[in-house]
């Protein structure tokens, strides 16, 4: 049902999606934020590489993790840069739970500006935007 109280999605960039980060990508159409991991060393690598930057291997393989994170740093944004993306957002970055240094930076959605704060417990949620593609973003766990 469509009505008043739905707000229409923000336009969104599409990424070029490839063999090599697919499974970022298209994770999101099983619920699952996937990484590159290490068959090594373990090591989770992002953006994809073609080796480890840990143990120089080339044992790399998509790898779902929980998805559990915690803001790191973020900021506000008040600037109408891109049409149909109204400001006030939330731009952060995020340390996965499974390993600190593997950060993203992504929105986070589905809360109050006022109740963001650096050490703010977060979830992996996704977009559909579109050709099998899913955005990553990020909401309060609750």
Known sequence: MSGASESPKP????????PENEHYWQGGARGELCFLRCGDCSHYVHPPA?????????ELA?????????????TVNHQPW??????PYVVAIVE???????????????????????????????EDIGD????????PRR
């Open 11 to 18: 336009f969104r960039l599409q990424p070029l999606v490839t």
């Open 96 to 126: 996965i739970a499974e390993q600190s240094s593997l950060r993203l930076m992504t929105n986070l959605v589905n809360c109050e500006i006022d109740e963001v704060h650096i050490g703010l417990e977060v979830q992996a949620c996704f």
């Open 62 to 74: 998509p790898e779902a993790v929980s998805g559990r994170a915690r803001v790191h740093t973020f």
């Open 50 to 58: 073609p080796l480890c930057p840990e143990c120089l291997s080339r």
């Open 132 to 139: 099998g593609t899913f955005l990553p973003l990020f909401e």
């Open 82 to 87: 891109i049409p149909g993306f109204d400001p």
